[in-house]
């Protein structure tokens, strides 16, 4: 009966439809919370953590530590990612978000290197690189879950992957702009920066018991199981998908990163007070949960779906520029906000409907580790080290529109995929 009920089309689908969301981004919503606010209070803990004479160099050892983790993702991918095609997307699901709350709570309880020395950086680093690992799997093992459970609704069910993400933005959002504004910069350095943690910790035991009840996807269930899945096969059997799946994602990470990168952008860079970014990600998380989901939505009825995303591909690549030239020339809370506000809004239409696209690459036996590996490589390149190589670009260049520029060389990268896909797409229709 939980097999049956979860098929789509019929009443009792639309009725699990939100159960299906829930159990498979609450570890979303878990692990993006714990990235969100390390990018966002970059600064505190740079000062922290990895303090130096150069606050610039300070904040660069931070943000390579922010990418360091990124480089565990593909081994994650490809191990969380193999387990999730074999045992099941539950289990690969449990897996990722167990080890997601131990690299949380690392980064709760460890004592900055005023407190310990050298031994609170490399607990940090080792925490990221745990939870970077972690993430590798959950994203594919999550969207394999949605978009086989939910039949003719994927390109909807599946966008909750980005709108969970932009809900996260709003909270942590509120957190930066509520303890910004009430606690000095020493209690910020103090403790202020971990309450998000503690917060988002508490989200973990709630997601293993979701997870722990929720049922396998009907598709896995009828699928034939590969008795392995190394990567050196998928790459054997599927390497045109893995490269198209991996350059449609290369502007959604880029500019999700970097839109990370704002708040410390916009008091290191633009010298505006500390809570101007945190009000930009604030209107930015909601336009991004909101469009994602309209997007998904769309996407459903819009067939080659993949159209979508080349216009808002498109639209990256027009904005990029006029976005950070605005900031830039009037640095304000309102140029900040209108600036953040817009590429949340372009982002959400394309992301919103990357997930099922990604899906769409891959057969079931090899999907949820086909999708985790190309994403993660994607990440992994362009959006982990964007915050590093805008910060980088900025001071080598003494430009402080260079987080443009790469801006707008990954949407074009992104674009070439989108098209290759799309003939693809048309190709299959003919035959």
Known sequence: MAIDTAIGGTAAQHQRLPGVIVAATIGNVLEWFDFLVYGYFASYIAEVFFPAHDPTVSLLITWSTFGLSYVARPLGAVIIGTYTDRAGRKAGLTLSIGLMLIGTLAMVVTPGYAAIGLA????????????????????????????????????????????????VSIIVAVFGLGLTTYLSHEQMIDWGWRVPYVFGLLVGPAGLYIRARMSETPEFLE???????????????????????????????????????????????????????????????????TFSVLAGHWSDKTQPRVRIMLITGVLFALAAYPSFWLMVTWPSVATCVFAVGLLNLIKGGYSGILPSVLAEQFPVETRGVGIAFSYSISVTIFGGFAPFFATWLVKQTGDPLSPAYYL????????????????????GERR
């Open 223 to 289: 699928a034939e199981k590969p008795a392995r899945v190394p990567i050196g096969e998928l790459l054997q059997r599927h390497p045109i998908p893995v490269l198209l799946a991996l350059g449609a994602s290369i502007v959604s990470n880029a500019s999700y990163y970097l839109l990370v990168y704002v708040p410390t952008y916009a008091v290191k860079n633009l010298h505006l007070p500390e809570y101007t970014g945190f009000a930009a990600t604030l209107v930015g998380g909601i336009l991004l949960a």
């Open 120 to 167: 609170g950086p490399i607990i940090i680093i080792l925490a990221r690189i745990l939870q970077g690992f972690s993430v590798g799997g959950e994203f594919g093992s999550a969207v394999a879950f949605l978009v086989e459970h939910t039949g003719d609704r994927k390109g909807f069910s599946a966008s909750w992957q980005w709108a969970t993400t932009g809900i």
């Open 408 to 427: 707008m060389a990954t949407a074009l990268m992104s674009i070439v995929a989108l098209m290759v896909i799309a003939r693809r797409s048309k190709a």
